[in-house]
């Protein structure tokens, strides 16, 4: 008999390491010198810690919702009992647009970094994408990639998870690497300029905590899929944003700490160049490149997780095609989600490097949206159904819900034209493009 259900195979670990490799990705690696170049080294880190603050008021929303409703789909859950079929709709392919886009991007990144390690892969010139040269080599690596994560995720929950904790497990002791060579060999001075840019130095900061902190809410995506007391849920949930501030605070001070301003404002993969730099060796440096592309790894698979599982619930309330709810006979998984999932992120490697700053902006901006939605809803059901069983109970009650709204509004603002960080031309036709797609879709789905 096929089976109709997803099946339970994670455990506390497994969730814990789903959630916190989702967000130590190849950020990590690449973009500490832009951020301590925006802010000051001292002006990045406090962007993190305030950003990563910000988001644990939105992560405890998560945390009392998925205890409450632990089913497949999160976000879609959620506001779909407080707000209705056409705000659910929104909240959801808001927050797939954040999903694919990083996956997309890791389609471009995972090439870009093992170029790096194996230099002479530029083979089969295609053309120029905002100066940056495309050869066949870079796009054809890259959807091998793609095909490798969706097959290791048809194949189930289960293998992904064991990939996922072994490959964060590195990623950790990577970053262990650079923060003690940074406190054994750096120079304070090195952290000159402290604060640098203001208020746009910090805006620019801020507008990437989103993108760089999501991956807390892929449990609520795989709930059904999680052996937890439902208590024990929501608080992992929150020990998983505590984790990924602490690491990406750690890492921007051990860059400050083992590299002065000029070498951090250079392109390139500056945390791996402060690496080599704070224990005077390639090797560290290699290291922390194998670091990133094992961060490129665990993203990739978390949020291929996330993103099909949110089209396999919306499917399975008819807002998207039948199609998308199917179950693999033999797996169990959503293999329709998936194998589109991963579809979808295969156009990236066509535009080259550029793209990756226009996915993250776009992506970014679409997972504010969803979690403003997904505050109003933990707000809307505390006043509508108090009596609603809460096994992680948030303190401060809707209080918390408010101030992750504002917080989620403020960001939303940044990306506006005429703000601070406003989103670019490019990134504002992905925003259009998925609007179209998802009507489409709805369209589609006869509903």
Request: charged share 10%.
């Amino acid at each position: 008999m096929v089976q109709t259900t997803l099946a339970q195979v994670l455990g506390r670990r497994d969730a814990l390491a789903l959630a916190f490799g989702a967000m130590i990705g190849w950020s990590w690696v690449l973009l500490t010198g832009p951020w301590t170049t925006q802010a000051g080294s001292l002006g990045a880190l406090l962007g993190f810690a305030l950003g990563g603050c910000a988001m644990i008021f939105v992560a405890l929303c998560y945390a009392e919702l998925a205890a409450a409703m632990p089913q497949a789909g999160g976000e879609h859950v959620y506001s779909l009992r407080a707000l209705g079929r056409t705000p659910s709709f929104i909240c959801s392919w808001a927050i797939v647009l954040g999903y694919v886009s990083v996956a997309a991007f890791e389609t471009v990144a995972f090439p870009y970094a093992l170029s790096h390690l194996l230099p002479g892969l530029d083979i089969g010139y295609l053309w120029t994408v905002g100066g940056f040269d495309i050869h066949l080599s870079f796009v054809a690596t890259g959807i091998l990639g793609a095909v490798l994560i969706s097959l290791i995720n048809v194949r189930g929950l289960l293998l992904a998870s064991r990939v996922q904790k072994a490959v964060t497990t590195f990623i950790v002791l990577c970053g262990l690497l650079v923060l003690a060579g940074a406190l054994l060999n750096g120079e304070a001075a090195n952290l000159r300029p402290h604060f640098d840019g203001g208020l746009a130095g910090m805006a620019a900061v801020l507008i990437v905590v989103p993108m760089m902190f999501m991956g807390f809410d892929v449990i609520p995506q795989a709930a059904a899929e999680i052996r937890l007391p439902h208590a024990a849920l929501g608080r992992v949930i929150v020990v998983s944003v505590l984790c990924g501030m602490a690491f990406y605070c750690a890492m921007i001070l051990a860059v400050g700490l083992a590299l002065p301003a000029e070498t951090r404002a250079a392109a390139g993969m500056t945390t791996a160049h402060a690496s080599e730099s704070a224990w005077g060796g390639r090797w560290a440096g290699i290291l922390l490149i194998l670091g990133g592309v094992a961060g490129i790894i665990t993203t990739w698979n978390a949020f291929v997780v996330g993103a099909s599982r949110l089209l396999y619930s919306m499917a399975e309330d008819g807002m998207l095609p039948a199609a998308f709810a199917r179950l693999h006979p033999r797996y169990r998984t959503p293999h329709v989600a998936i194998l589109t999932v991963g579809l979808l992120t295969c156009l990236a490697p066509w535009f080259g490097r550029p793209v990756l700053l226009w996915l993250i902006n776009a992506g970014s901006f679409g997972v504010v949206i969803g979690y403003a939605l997904v505050a109003l809803s933990f707000i809307y059901l505390r006043h509508r159904e108090p009596a609603m069983p809460r096994p992680y109970r948030v303190p401060g009650g809707r209080l918390v819900g408010y101030v992750a709204l504002a917080v989620c509004l403020g960001l939303i603002a940044l990306f506006l034209p005429g703000s601070l960080a406003a989103l670019s031309q490019e990134e504002w036709l992905i925003c259009l493009a998925w609007a179209v797609f998802g009507w489409l879709c709805r369209v589609r789905s006869g509903r």
